[in-house]
C-alpha cells in the first residue's frame, strides 16, 4: 500500500512539473502582452481645474447640474445623499448608460437589490479601492450581469485627508500615483485637489499627467479565456496538493466543487489556487529539506520550484474578476502561515526544547517579547487587506525610490535566513538558531504569496521576486562567510 501511494506521489509531482512549465511557456508571455495593452490609464479632474483639459475626464457630484457628455463621470457620494432604495433608483434612472463611481459608506440596502438597479440602468461602475464603500460595492459587482460588469473600471486616488494623516510630501504623493500605475491594474485616476498651500492643483495635475502614461480612451481590458490552458492549470494545482498529502486533495477537491456551484468560477479558481500554493510549498519544501543533495542544488531548486509554483498560482487564478479584485484571492494568510507553523514544531521539538531548557538570562524575556509583538505585527499586516505603520509606509518609499519598484521586507529576511538553514550554519546562532529556518520558511512563502496578487502586473511581481532573491541571498552569502569565518577563527584559538 506504501509503494503504491508513493508511486502515485511521484506520478503527482511530475504532472504538477509539467504543468508548472507549460505555465510558463503558454501563460506568461500572453499575461506580459495583456497587462501592456492595459496598463496606461485614464485621468479625471473635478471642478476648478484651469489647465489642459481636452485629453481628460471630468468628475462631477451626481445630483449636479450643468456639463454633460460622454467624457463627463458622476460621483455618488452614499455619505451626502442618503435615501432609500426608492431614491437611488430615481437618481441613477436619469444616469442610464453613463459611468458613476460610488463613495462613502454603504447604504442600508442589500447589495443584492443595489446590483438589480445597476444591471437595469447599465451604470459603468468606478470601483473605487480602499474606500469604506469598497466591500459592498464588490458583493453588487458580484451579483450584477456579466455583461455589464465587465464594463466597470478601477478607480485610485489620492485623499486630501491622507496628506496629514500619513505625514506626506509631495514626491510621496506622486509615487504613490506611479505605484498605482505599475502594481496594480487601474483604469482611472481621479486626481482631487489638494491644499493650494501644498500644490496648486494645475502644477499637480500637468506634472502627474507627465509624469505617468495616460490615453484619452477609458475601456476596460477583458481577458481572452483558453478553457484548455485552465484545465492544464487546474490539473497540476490538484496533482500538487496531492503530492503534499492524499487527504487534502480530496478536501481540496471538495472545497472547488462547492466554491463552482455556491459563488462562481472564478472564485472557485481562486480558492484551488490559495489551496495549491499553501500545501503545495508545504510539500516542496518537505521534499527538498529531506533530499540528499549539497546545499547549494538543495537552495537553488527550493528558489526555483517556488517561483514556477508561483507562477502556476497565478495562470490559475487570472480572470477578468480575478484582477479586477471582484473576487479576492482565497488562503493568502494560510500560504503565509501553514508552512512557518510546521517547520516552527518540528524544529522546536528537535532541538528548540532543548536549547530554551537552559538557563534563561533577563534578556531572553525581552526576545521573547520582541518575537511576540513581531508576530503580531506580522499577522495584522498580512492579507488582502492589511494594517501597516506610518514608518513603514515611509521607509517602503523610500526604497521604492531606490529600486523603482520595492522588494517585499519578508523575502530581504527570510531568503537570508533559508539558506542560513540549508548551509546548516544555522545552528551558529545560539538557543534561538530554530528560528532562523522558520524566517527562512516566511520567505518562501512570501514568493509564492506575491504571486497571489494577480491583479498586479506579471512583469512587475516576477521583477519584484527576482530583486527580493537576488538582494536576499547577497545578505544570505555575507552572513554565512561572516560567521564560518567566525568561528573558523574561535576553532583556531581552541586549539592553540
Not at 508571455?29 to 471630468?58: L, M, Q
Request: charged letters at 20%.
Amino acid at each position: 500500500m506504501n509503494f503504491l501511494l508513493e508511486n502515485s506521489r511521484k506520478i503527482a509531482f511530475i504532472i504538477f512539473v509539467i504543468s508548472a512549465l507549460l505555465a510558463v511557456l503558454l501563460y506568461t508571455f500572453p499575461r506580459y502582452e495583456f497587462d501592456s495593452k492595459a496598463s496606461e490609464v485614464t485621468i479625471a479632474f473635478e471642478d476648478g481645474y484651469n489647465a489642459e483639459i481636452s485629453p481628460f475626464f471630468s468628475v462631477r457630484d451626481i445630483d449636479k447640474k450643468g456639463l454633460l457628455g460622454d467624457r463627463v463621470i458622476s460621483v455618488l457620494d452614499f455619505d451626502r445623499l442618503k435615501g432609500d432604495i426608492k431614491f437611488y433608483e430615481d437618481l441613477l434612472k436619469d444616469k442610464n448608460g453613463e459611468k458613476v463611481i460610488f463613495i462613502g459608506n454603504p447604504p442600508d440596502i442589500s447589495s443584492e437589490a443595489f446590483a438589480r438597479i445597476l444591471d437595469k440602468n447599465r451604470i459603468e461602475v468606478g470601483f473605487l479601492e480602499l474606500n469604506q464603500v469598497t466591500g459592498w460595492m464588490r458583493r453588487c459587482l458580484q451579483f450584477m450581469s456579466e455583461e455589464i460588469r465587465q464594463k466597470l473600471f478601477r478607480v485610485h486616488t489620492v485623499k486630501p485627508a491622507e496628506i496629514d494623516k500619513l505625514n506626506l510630501t509631495y514626491p510621496m504623493v506622486i509615487r504613490r500615483w506611479m505605484r498605482a500605475d505599475r502594481e496594480r491594474s487601474i483604469d482611472l485616476f481621479w486626481v482631487q485637489p489638494l491644499e493650494e498651500s501644498f500644490v496648486p492643483y494645475e502644477v499637480y495635475g500637468t506634472e502627474l499627467s507627465r509624469t505617468v502614461g495616460f490615453t484619452e480612451d477609458l475601456t476596460p481590458s477583458i481577458p481572452d479565456h483558453n478553457m484548455t490552458f485552465k484545465i492544464i492549470f487546474i490539473i497540476g494545482s490538484f496533482a500538487v496538493i496531492y503530492f503534499y498529502s492524499p487527504l487534502f486533495f480530496i478536501i481540496a477537491a471538495g472545497i472547488f466543487v462547492f466554491s463552482i456551484y455556491s459563488t462562481s468560477m472564478s472564485d472557485a479558481y481562486l480558492q484551488l489556487a490559495g489551496l495549491s500554493g499553501a500545501f503545495g510549498i508545504a510539500g516542496m519544501y518537505r521534499w527538498i529539506r529531506n533530499s540528499t543533495e549539497t546545499p547549494t542544488m538543495k537552495y537553488t531548486s527550493l528558489i526555483l520550484i517556488t517561483l514556477v509554483l508561483g507562477n502556476l498560482v497565478n495562470a490559475l487564478s487570472f480572470s477578468f474578476d480575478a484582477i479586477n479584485q471582484i473576487y479576492l484571492p482565497h488562503s493568502v494568510k494560510l500560504t503565509l502561515f501553514y508552512l512557518p507553523c510546521l517547520v516552527f514544531l518540528k524544529e522546536f521539538a528537535e532541538y528548540g526544547f532543548k536549547d530554551l531548557s537552559k538557563r534563561l538570562h533577563w534578556t531572553d524575556l525581552l526576545f521573547i517579547l520582541f518575537i511576540i509583538l513581531f508576530g503580531i505585527y506580522y499577522i495584522v499586516r498580512s492579507g488582502n487587506s492589511a494594517w501597516v505603520l506610518t514608518t513603514e509606509r515611509q521607509f517602503r518609499d523610500w526604497i521604492e525610490s531606490v529600486f523603482q519598484i520595492r522588494p517585499r521586507f519578508k523575502e530581504l529576511f527570510g531568503i537570508p535566513c533559508l539558506w542560513l538553514y540549508l548551509s546548516g550554519v544555522h545552528r551558529k546562532f545560539g538557543r534561538y538558531s530554530f528560528l532562523i529556518p522558520v524566517l527562512g520558511a516566511i520567505g518562501i512563502c512570501s514568493i509564492v504569496n506575491s504571486f497571489q496578487h494577480v491583479h498586479s502586473p506579471i512583469e512587475t511581481v516576477i521583477f519584484r521576486e527576482i530583486l527580493g532573491i537576488a538582494i536576499g541571498s547577497i545578505i544570505g552569502f555575507l552572513i554565512w562567510i561572516f560567521v564560518r569565518e567566525r568561528y573558523k577563527v574561535e576553532d583556531d584559538e581552541t586549539e592553540i
